[in-house]
């Protein structure tokens, strides 16, 4: 089995899979990190719950965009399961041509989403993935990570209108009956949903004008993207676990 760790900037999500079955997951607040027994406790019951421990896992990979929790999770994980884990970075060989700049600024979890994509999917491609940001990667049809763009994720600019705004207040991120709205509520959940799907919808539109080339799949995951991938007129496919699959992957291939 192998278990893996995703460090994002609000969840720590802990997958495991058996080759390439995944099992379960668990989700863990990254705030709660800074006590790595309550991670540690966790992740031993979560093992328990899938009737798995550490002499079934033979593999521990970790995937992180919070850079300073990277070498406690790891340190843990040897703790735990006597052995040295995996990190998914940059400097993998994941056997795809990274056309970025400075690739060691390329996010990490970017990257699994466009080697899964690449892998599970076919290319050329374009991922949306919808969390705490808004990330848009793209695969063109050799096989090769071109770059993507970031906007703020849908609930984080959600949050600075409640707060910035005296006479508004939070409501839930849901499509609403019509866009033209009668009270604040409808009006807020409109403007937000709607207008996430026109950002969402316009940045694919872009992208694929740019990239230039025919039948490019289009796949989601992340969050919030069970919410708005039926009313995209681009998104294709969502998979709610494509971030594991590509570190998975990443593992498989450097092996």
Same mark, same amino acid.
Not at 88 to 103: E, R, S
């Given at each position: 089995?192998? #278990?893996?760790? +995703?460090?994002?900037?609000?969840?720590? !999500? &802990?997958? =495991?899979?058996?080759?390439?079955?995944? @099992?379960?997951?668990?989700?863990?607040?990254?705030?709660?990190?800074?006590?790595?027994?309550?991670?540690?406790?966790?992740?031993?019951?979560?093992?328990?719950?899938?009737?798995?421990?550490?002499?079934?896992?033979?593999?521990?990979?970790?995937?992180?965009?919070?850079?300073?929790?990277?070498?406690?999770?790891?340190?843990?994980?040897?703790?735990?399961?006597?052995?040295?884990?995996?990190?998914?970075?940059?400097?993998?060989?994941?056997?795809?041509?990274?056309?970025?700049?400075?690739?060691?600024? #390329?996010?990490? +979890?970017?990257?699994?989403?466009?080697? !899964? &994509?690449? =892998?599970?999917?076919?290319?050329?491609? @374009?991922?949306?993935?919808?969390?705490?940001?808004?990330?848009?990667?793209?695969?063109?049809?050799?096989?090769?990570?071109?770059?993507?763009?970031?906007?703020?994720?849908?609930?984080?600019?959600?949050?600075?209108?409640?707060?910035?705004?005296?006479?508004?207040?939070?409501?839930?991120?849901?499509?609403?009956?019509?866009?033209?709205?009668?009270?604040?509520?409808?009006?807020?959940?409109?403007?937000?949903?709607?207008?996430?799907?026109?950002?969402?919808?316009?940045?694919?539109?872009?992208?694929?004008?740019?990239?230039?080339?025919?039948?490019?799949?289009?796949?989601?995951?992340?969050?919030?993207?069970?919410?708005?991938?039926?009313?995209?007129?681009?998104?294709?496919?969502?998979?709610?676990?494509?971030?594991?699959?590509?570190?998975?992957?990443?593992?498989?291939?450097?092996?």
């Amino acid at each position: 089995m192998l #278990l893996i760790f +995703d460090i994002g900037n609000t969840t720590i !999500a &802990t997958g =495991l899979f058996d080759r390439d079955k995944f @099992i379960d997951q668990v989700k863990i607040p990254t705030a709660a990190a800074a006590d790595i027994s309550f991670v540690e406790n966790t992740i031993s019951g979560f093992l328990k719950e899938n009737q798995a421990d550490s002499r079934t896992c033979d593999g521990v990979a970790i995937c992180s965009v919070v850079p300073y929790l990277t070498p406690p999770i790891a340190k843990m994980a040897e703790t735990m399961f006597s052995k040295k884990a995996w990190v998914f970075d940059h400097t993998a060989h994941l056997d795809m041509k990274i056309h970025y700049n400075d690739p060691a600024q #390329l996010g990490s +979890d970017r990257l699994a989403n466009a080697l !899964a &994509t690449k =892998l599970l999917y076919g290319t050329p491609a @374009i991922v949306v993935d919808l969390g705490t940001a808004t990330k848009l990667e793209v695969v063109n049809k050799a096989g090769e990570y071109l770059g993507g763009a970031i906007a703020p994720g849908i609930a984080i600019a959600a949050e600075q209108l409640f707060e910035r705004g005296a006479r508004l207040f939070p409501v839930d991120i849901e499509k609403p009956e019509k866009i033209i709205s009668t009270n604040s509520a409808d009006a807020m959940k409109a403007g937000i949903f709607y207008g996430a799907i026109g950002q969402i919808d316009y940045l694919v539109k872009k992208m694929l004008d740019e990239l230039g080339e025919k039948d490019v799949k289009i796949i989601a995951t992340g969050g919030l993207a069970e919410k708005f991938v039926p009313y995209s007129k681009f998104i294709q496919k969502y998979d709610p676990i494509l971030t594991f699959q590509g570190i998975r992957l990443g593992f498989e291939l450097s092996r």
